[in-house]
């Protein structure tokens, strides 16, 4: 089984789901805590995000549900990367560990509102460069950017044909970090779609 559709099948499972609500993993990785949140609160573009948490550094990254292991890790911080890179000099063990916590189905029922580690690091994150926006927020007139649509692509998971369609009506993606201000795929096409 494949991790999208074990993490899909897990939270197809819940009962009275909202925008906060995520399942989340949790295990050490060479002294670095890792923090795994998935959601389907839009079931169009499932979210799957990772919080590393190692001494006071935090770092956030959405991650692409396509192909786990070929993740680029923007901008991590100099105390975490270490700890993650093989002997080679690669991710590739680390991105075996989130598999295989994964597979493993140990996971908690959580309200990103009350999470910990989730408020840690919204705390934390006006003081870092690199802010991961893998929510979408609303679509407004203007001219969507080859940045912006690779971005929402590849960091958001939106697929390319509503990207194309969103481009193509004279709109762009206006995304942010907020989770109280998300909205799903389906309301913000409404815009394009009256």
């Known amino acids: ?39 389907a609160y839009d079931d169009q573009i499932p979210t799957m995000c990772l919080i590393m948490h190692y001494n006071k550094e935090y770092y956030l990254k959405t991650i692409s549900l396509q192909n786990i292991h070929s993740q680029y890790l923007a901008e991590l911080p100099k105390s975490i990367l270490p700890r993650l890179l093989d002997a080679n ?16 189905n140990k996971y908690k029922i959580i309200n990103c509102k009350e999470d910990v580690d989730f408020l840690n690091y919204s705390k934390n994150i006006k003081k870092q460069r690199h802010r991961d ?42 995304c942010t970090d907020d989770i109280k201000k998300r909205t799903t795929l389906k309301v913000a096409m409404q815009k394009i779609t009256k």
Do not use: W
């Open 89 to 104: 000099g690669r991710l590739f063990e680390f991105y075996k560990s989130i598999e295989s916590c994964i597979l493993q």
């Open 1 to 39: 089984m494949n991790i999208l559709n074990k993490l899909c099948e897990n939270y197809k499972q819940l009962k009275n789901v909202n925008r906060y609500t995520a399942l989340k993993y949790c295990y050490q990785y060479h002294k670095v805590k890792i923090n795994i949140y998935f959601d």
């Open 133 to 174: 926006l893998r929510y979408i927020h609303f679509l407004r007139r203007g001219n969507m950017t080859n940045k912006t649509f690779y971005k929402a692509r590849d960091g958001i998971n939106i697929p390319e044909e509503y990207l194309s369609k969103i481009r193509d009506s004279g709109y762009t993606i206006v």
